[in-house]
Nanobody, 127 residues
Framework: QVQLVESGGGSVQPGGSLRLSCAAS????????MGWYRQPPGKEREAVAI????????VYADSVKGRFTISQDNVKNTVYLQMNSLNAGDTAMYFC????????????????????WGQGTQVTVSS
């Protein structure tokens, strides 16, 4: 089992920035990819960004490319999501996820590849 604890959500005005963190514990040796999904109000969950934990390769959803940056601290088993130029469309519950696959694209494109979910942290972008 892997436990994921997110932090860093909150409310921000359009154009602002937030940084999310996710700390993993437990069977962290099973993690090959890690990152973030989100669920906007009334919509289905969608992938945001994934990092391949061994090689550091990153992949992003088209909607966040150029604005969001995912990074990791392998010593702390923690991933971060720096979110800049936020807009109302980014309002969602953000979930930290892990995948067994070491192919970040699969973790990003196939929700069925997600093995563990965090409890979520709310991000609200509003003026």
């Amino acid at each position: 089992q892997v436990q994921l604890v997110e932090s860093g959500g909150g409310s921000v005005q359009p154009g602002g920035s937030l940084r999310l963190s996710c700390a993993a514990s437990g069977d962290t040796y099973t993690i090959n990819s890690m990152g973030w999904y989100r669920q906007p109000p009334g919509k289905e969950r969608e992938a945001v960004a994934i990092i391949e934990t061994r090689g550091g390769r990153t992949v992003y959803a088209d909607s966040v490319k150029g604005r969001f940056t995912i990074s990791q601290d392998n010593v702390k088993n923690t991933v971060y999501l720096q979110m800049n130029s936020l807009n109302a469309g980014d309002t969602a519950m953000y979930f930290c996820v892990t995948c067994r696959t070491d192919q970040g694209d699969l973790c990003l494109q196939r929700i069925s590849r997600v093995t563990f979910w965090g409890q979520g942290t709310q991000v609200t972008v509003s003026s």
